[in-house]
């Protein structure tokens, strides 16, 4: 599981948009310890043809984190700064309204509106770098 993984939209709404994230080899062991014949990128190892629970990707995540030094995070938390981090550094609205699974492009700006002002901020600064190179021109 090397590089860029990709898991299919699922049936429930909170798992409606494909997810692309890379892995660090570090993590690759403790994400997926053994590989999965299924259809669920994370399968119950006790109900057949399901996925894992909440409570199991919990403390998976913990494990996860722990063994990489790092500090206590919830699962969600995780995805608020993946959108945070993708609209910082130049991802346009609808791909991260789209990856995220949001239905439009205005709540995905409702909910990471406070990156907005840094966006405004950057953008400014790119328009008077603008300006001052038409008037030496």
Known sequence: ISGFISAPPGRRN???????????????KPLWPRRWPGRWMFPSPVKED???????????????LEHAGCKHVRFHDLRHTFAALSLQNGDDVKTVQENLGHATAAFTLDVYG???????????ARMQGYFENLKKA
């Not at 399901?50 to 996860?64: A, E, K, S």
């Open 114 to 124: 406070h990156v907005s002002e840094r966006m405004k901020e950057d953008s400014a």
């Open 14 to 28: 909170w798992a409606r948009a494909t997810c692309f994230c890379w892995v660090p080899p570090a993590l690759e």
């Open 50 to 64: 399901c996925p894992i629970t909440p409570g199991v990707v919990r403390r998976r995540l913990q494990f996860i």
